[in-house]
């Protein structure tokens, strides 16, 4: 049973219960924007059926399976992305790096439709492999995406599509694989919050033949039992 409110409290003397219509306006929005964090930024480039270049960035964006590879974004209203999209179903979902981060936030703001948010952000436009949108040239890697679904449920609108390929920048690769702190992708936080990578660590996944017969605690490393 949900608490109802007509705004989130100032401070706390119980644990927080609350449901999407408790609140007015945009409280549980933000509740939810700053509980799942950090989120990736998939930097959308489309292509209007006219030819106009258009870039905004999606933080309700991740992958979402690996046979087939998907991804998916979603828009909160149709905006110039979802238009483009029901013209020519392709995207290319560009990672936005740290040194990207005022260029992505300036691509956010509410350019009319023929405007082109590459020129006004002073970002280069490169031709993708698969698909007819452009990559940002500047970002160090791109995912080429062909739209398989839209999801609409009122102002929702779920992109679903399958990555049909990659770009990785030299400079981000290192051993064999991509080095995060050399991608230092941007994490998006509530509001206009950003974070960086910070500290790294390493967890190695537990076997069942390893599990089995002790008794869960006793097999896992000393250092993370708790
Ligand atoms: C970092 C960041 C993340 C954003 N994430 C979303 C999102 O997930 N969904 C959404 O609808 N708008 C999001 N926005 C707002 C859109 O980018 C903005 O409305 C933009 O103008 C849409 O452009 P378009 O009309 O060219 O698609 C975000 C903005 C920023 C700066």
């Known amino acids: 049973m949900s608490q109802s409110y007509d705004g989130p409290p100032a401070t706390l003397d119980r644990p927080l219960e609350a449901g999407p219509d408790d609140w007015q306006g945009r409280a549980f929005y933000f509740l939810m924007n700053a509980l799942v964090v950090p989120r990736p930024i998939g930097w959308i480039s489309t292509l209007s059926g006219k030819g106009v270049r258009n870039l905004a960035p999606y933080s309700h964006f991740n992958l979402m399976g690996s046979n087939p ?18 013209e020519v179903p392709q995207f290319v979902a560009n990672i936005v790096s740290m040194k990207l981060l005022e260029q992505m936030n300036f691509s956010a703001c509410d350019f009319p439709a023929e405007e082109e948010e590459f020129g006004w952000a002073g970002l280069t436009p490169v031709p993708a492999v698969k698909v007819r949108p452009f ?3 500047e970002a160090k890697a791109h995912l080429e995406c ?15 599509a399958r990555i049909v390929h990659a770009h990785v920048d ?8 991509v080095d995060p702190k050399l991608l ?3 994490c998006r936080l509530a509001g206009s ?5 910070g500290e790294l660590v390493n967890v190695q996944r537990p076997e069942w033949a390893n599990v089995k017969g002790s008794r869960g605690q006793e097999a896992m490393p000393r250092e993370e039992r708790r």
């Open 69 to 86: 590879f998907y991804c998916a974004f979603a828009s909160t209203g149709v905006k110039d992305t979802i238009t483009n999209l029901r």
């Open 135 to 137: 990559r940002v040239g």
């Open 146 to 160: 062909e739209v398989a679904q839209i999801v609409v449920d009122g102002n929702t609108n779920i992109v679903l």
């Open 170 to 177: 030299p400079s981000v690769w290192k051993n064999g694989r």
């Open 184 to 186: 230092d992708p941007a």
């Open 193 to 197: 919050g950003y974070a960086g990578l």
